[in-house]
């Protein structure tokens, strides 16, 4: 059974930094994309880190381009989240998915997901 797990969300004053972190079980990681999405409520989820587990390639979406850093422990089966300089336009409930890799990697569509951990920004 595939599982992904979040932990690390909480709430954070504007500035300050988090580490997110996606345990990943039941299916083989080196052959995975796994991302990072958020979603607000009313509005679209929001893409916004992944990386492929084969070839390391990562992608950031521009919101977060600079600030957060994205990297994976194949040998623990967990992906990271490193996020600087929170904003309180990054308050958003974060999830984990992941993808089997094939010729396009993309942070777009994910098949499995996690529950999802919230971030809040404080001003």
């Known amino acids: 059974e595939v599982q992904l797990v979040e932990s690390g969300g909480g709430l954070v004053q504007d500035g300050k930094s988090l580490m997110l972190s996606c345990a990943a079980s039941?299916?083989?990681?080196?052959?995975?994309?796994i991302g990072w999405f958020r979603q607000v409520p009313g509005k679209e989820r929001e893409g916004i880190s992944c990386i492929s587990n084969g070839d390391g390639s990562t992608y950031y979406s521009n919101s977060v381009k600079g600030r957060f850093t994205i990297s994976s422990d194949n040998a623990k089966n967990t992906v990271y989240l490193q996020m600087n300089s929170l904003k309180p336009e990054d308050t958003a409930v974060y999830f984990c998915a992941a993808v089997l890799l094939r010729s396009m990697f993309n942070c777009i569509n994910y098949d499995y997901w996690g529950q999802g951990t919230q971030v809040t920004v404080s001003s």
């Open positions: 039941g299916f083989p990681f080196g052959d995975y994309a």
